[in-house]
Nanobody
Framework: VQLQASGGGLVQAGGSLRLSCAAS????????MGWFRQAPGKEREFVVA????????YYADSVKGRFTISRDNAKNTVYLQMNSLKPEDTAVYLC????????????????WGQGTQVTVSS
């Protein structure tokens, strides 16, 4: 699976962004999808994941209530709607694909996109 993330940018605190991750190469609907983020000097951090059907999701506590993950299997795309952004959300956001069920660890994902930068100014 090849993954291409997009939609990052610079936004003020309290603003919103919508990230997209387009998949190609294998049957997208076979995979659970996750979003991770990595800030400079920090380890890669789990953000949210969604099951192959979209019926199950799991959020990190730090983004619960602010971020929403969704997927469109007909378009081979997963989305991350980010609202009420905070400066501490600043990071490179990466999408990943892995076999079901949804997982929170990086080792649960076999395929990774290149990441898109999200910068939240205070």
């Amino acid at each position: 699976v090849q993954l291409q993330a997009s939609g990052g940018g610079l936004v003020q605190a309290g603003g919103s962004l919508r990230l997209s991750c387009a998949a190609s190469g294998r049957t997208f609907s076979n995979y659970a999808m996750g979003w991770f983020r990595q800030a400079p000097g920090k380890e890669r951090e789990f953000v949210v994941a969604i099951s192959w059907s979209g019926g199950s999701t799991y959020y990190a506590d730090s983004v619960k209530g602010r971020f929403t993950i969704s997927r469109d299997n007909a378009k081979n795309t997963v989305y991350l709607q980010m609202n009420s952004l905070k400066p501490e959300d600043t990071a490179v956001y990466l999408c990943a694909a892995g076999p079901p069920p949804i997982r929170v660890g990086v080792t649960g994902y076999d395929y990774w996109g290149q990441g898109t930068q999200v910068t939240v100014s205070s």
